[in-house]
């Protein structure tokens, strides 16, 4: 059975740092990796998705890598803002999607 | 295009009654998954539906079916509603998931009391 886990739990950074979440899965064999974002109460925001086959995706201020074989996957944020502050879950689909708990994170101005 | 679209919002009922969610996927879309998500447990997946036929299951009671129509909108249903199925549930719908991922609705509230 798949099993995701994100670290950290929760992060705060001031305004303007570069941050790292991480996020590690137990089966390698996935068809993608897909980031999302959740404002409290809402849905989800896909942010980026990778392909099994890919290494990187890349969008705006965001940077998502996957080592497939070490299972593992990171979301890379440039210059972070206040507005990005959220819950990023990290979700792989290989026969349905699994998520990750997530990280929440609070940038502060 | 207009996204995954998700009826009601919010929902209040009572402990032993029964409670139908509905979700409109994208246009196009023939996938529908539903979760569960609450602050103790997460995101959970409930099930999900491809061309009207159920593909996958997650690990929840009877008490939580669903079914797809020709028109690929989805609906879920939770009978004997218990103080513990309070949460917000969540609908996605894909293209091809195994391409291009899922995009999620905003979620229905549901509360129990």
């Known amino acids: 059975k798949q099993e995701v886990t994100q670290i950290p739990a929760a992060l705060s950074v001031p305004e303007g740092e570069n941050l790292v979440l991480n996020c590690s899965f137990t089966?390698?064999?996935?068809?993608?990796l897909q980031w999302f974002r959740q404002d409290p109460g809402k849905g989800l925001t896909s942010l980026l998705l990778?392909?099994?086959?890919?290494r990187e995706q890349t969008s705006g201020r965001l940077n998502a890598s996957l080592d497939k074989s070490s299972g593992r996957s990171t979301l890379y944020i440039a210059a972070s803002q206040p507005g990005d502050s959220a819950t990023y879950l990290c979700?792989?689909?290989?026969?349905?999607?699994?998520f990750g708990a997530g990280t929440r994170l609070t940038v502060k101005p | 295009k207009a996204g995954v679209t998700q009826t009601p919002r919010y929902l209040i009922k009572t402990r032993g009654q029964q409670v139908t969610l509905s979700c409109s996927p994208i246009?196009?879309?023939?996938?529908v998954s539903w979760y569960q998500q609450t602050p103790g447990q997460g995101l959970q997946f409930l099930f999900e539906?491809?061309?009207?036929?159920?593909?996958n299951k997650g690990n929840f009671p009877g008490r939580f079916s669903g079914r797809q129509f020709s028109n690929s909108r989805s609906e879920m249903n939770v009978s004997t509603l218990e103080l513990g199925d309070s949460a917000l549930y969540l609908c996605?719908?894909?293209?091809?998931?195994?391409?291009?991922?899922?995009?999620f609705g905003s979620g229905t509230r549901l509360t129990v009391v």
């Open positions: 996605a719908s894909s293209a091809t998931f195994w391409v291009y991922g899922y995009t």
């Open positions: 089966d390698s064999a996935i068809y993608n």
């Open positions: 979700a792989v689909n290989n026969n349905d999607m699994r």
């Open positions: 539906y491809f061309s009207e036929t159920q593909r």
């Open positions: 246009s196009g879309h023939r996938s």
């Open positions: 990778i392909q099994s086959s890919q």
